[in-house]
């Protein structure tokens, strides 16, 4: 057939999409053409070669230069780094100094760089499972094979995101008049109809105003999550109206927090059930590229923080808070990064922010996080092109309007737009001086936008839930500390259910035990739920820049080896923590959730960003890169010095070689320049570093910059942290290998 235009969505481009993927994901020989004609292998081939690449590489590995010298069980001293040792299961060699006495019943114990080294099946695996991996697999280099099929699959595992920090928990945890670990669940003692801003209580013991509930709709049967503005001896009020009418003595309500870092049960059941009702375009992520996305906060200096107010308004910009207006019973106005404050006091009243290319997409996803503080008010989300034709009208409920509230709407552009851009307007009932709040915003390419749930409750299928003890649960010692995957597995009848959940475990305890906890079971699903107990005790010392780049490392990685297997990722996201607890204080807690959380929704899908000219091949272009310490180049010299970048649409991707002579006399910390194309914000994704001749600096690693304007600072991890490298952990030979990729406006 004749190659239409992409995208298409003809009957005839349809069909033959239906007809390649099945012979894609089921053909055992040959190739299948794509419709531009292209040889693709089909997925058990790639199987196949594989398999015979796996075996062969453990059966000739004395072919390969490799000399076995027997067990660590056995013992052995070693004298060259081509000689290999078995745990049983793998074998290792040293890259340390020699002769390396290894005791008997030891094990590969510290591995890396300058200690031992995986070889063999292992490390072919890891190879082949690497980013931008060039193992061959059937003449195509594993990084493009699995690239290309992750788009074949569309969105089928792409990862799906419960963002609670804003939704569910306000933006804040449990204040420090609330007291932690009692019982507060009750009946509703009237019957009060949908959109009714108050209930009573016999009751309203231990629920304060400015904090938060939870209310089971029995007639419903649903949990959900309320900010409360006021309470009286047996009267709640609400900042929001009920979502659902109550019916007294039947429906309860219950304290959102248990205690410091554990919600109650019912927000548990709660965000069961979000994960398994919700509507698909409700949780998505930005897998297939963002068209635009902004959190206001470069001051703002960048383009897309910058907004054009119309209508007689007024715009402004204020940081995160963790208290509005001065008033703990004023809902959160400000809770990622800076908030955009649009004013006015007429009707018609808005602002317009930056135009963005939309590539001739036609399915999108437009998710905004927003607020008024008079929620009487219209207000519209539009969508207009360059030419002035308004693509798409968004009106917003008000029924949630006076918390802020993330929406997201699944969107239709024309396929003729080629520009466009984004304004909010207060179309009518306004009366006097009001704000529109803005907190972040973001339209992203939807392959598919779907209304049904994420898990399919009719079909059987296995989940693992991979977490702290928000996971995990303990009401054997609690009742109150219910776990999330209890009341999952009421909502998904057919699902079988592996609870992995730890308490008291960070992300990266996570990612090191996935292959023995998730890996094993083979889940279609795996739902990850952490970030607690990465506030209470961080990965570094220092925790804004390290601990935060660390955190969306491991992160990253931990999705990635979900997706790796086939499993699609269904993050919980990060939480609000409290006012106060222990040592921590002035909400040092939750400022340090916030922090995570901003970071988090910025870079999840940067390198995913979309690309229309993905399909052809960039210019390759050089540069030089150059290695600074304290900020300064003098003396340093070198043996090799090079490196290469492409620039695809806005995705730039880069490697970087260098080989010390000399690192000169300067003192201070390392850093590297990247290419001359600017990142937004500095937002690098390092792919790879290997260091080579590096001193006390196992595994260092290349991570973004945050002081300095296109550079990459390298940094040090141990049991406790990351530290700085500095001139005292480079030689005058070292050797640096970097890979990687960021987004940029030029």
Known sequence: MATPSVPNSSFEVAEFNLKFIDSYSNQNNG?????????VTPIPVINQQLNALVATAENTINSLGYDDKGTFAAGATLTAGNQTLSDGTNYWRWSGAFPKVVTAGSGPTPTGVGAWLLVG??????DLAAVNSTVPVGGVEAGKTAKSAMYLSGTKNSPALLDQFVNYLGGRGMLSAETPSVATERFITSSTAAGATSFAVGSSTNIIAGSRVVIYHSTEDVYESYFVNSVSVS??????????ATVANSCKVERLWYNQSHPSKFYMRMLAQKIARLPEYDTKVAAGGRLYFSQFDSNPTDANDVAVAFGGASVAYVNELNISQGLVTVPLESMIGRSLFIAGSSDGFGAYLPTFNAYANTDAVLSVVMMARDPSINIEVQIIDTDGFVQTVLPISNERLRVMTQYNFPVKLSGRTKEANIQIVAVSGVTGPTSIIVDQIELYKADSVSSKPIIDKTKPCKIVGLGDSWIAGDTIDTPERESILTQLGLELPNATIVNAGVGGQKVWQMYDRFETDVAVHNPDYVIVNTGTNDCYSPISGVFFPNSVDQFERYYNMLIGKIMAIGAKPIIIGVPALAETDGSFTSWALNDRAKTYHRYFSKR???VLDYSQSAASEPTVISFTPSLKIGGSTT????TTQKGSYTKDNRVVTFTAGITLSSKGSSTGTVTVTLPPISPINDDVTPIAMTCVNVVNALGMQAVVSIETTNELRFQIPSA???????EANIANNSTFWIAGSYLTNA
Request: proline fraction near 0%; hydrophobic fraction near 30%.
């Open 31 to 39: 190739t299948v053409a794509n419709r531009e004609g292209v040889a």
């Open 121 to 126: 099946d292992s490390q072919l695996r890891n």
């Open 235 to 244: 009267t709640i009020g609400l900042s929001s109206g009920l979502k659902y």
């Open 604 to 606: 999840i899908s940067r």
């Open 635 to 638: 003396g340093i010299t070198y």
């Open 720 to 726: 406790t942290g990351t530290t700085a490298a500095t």
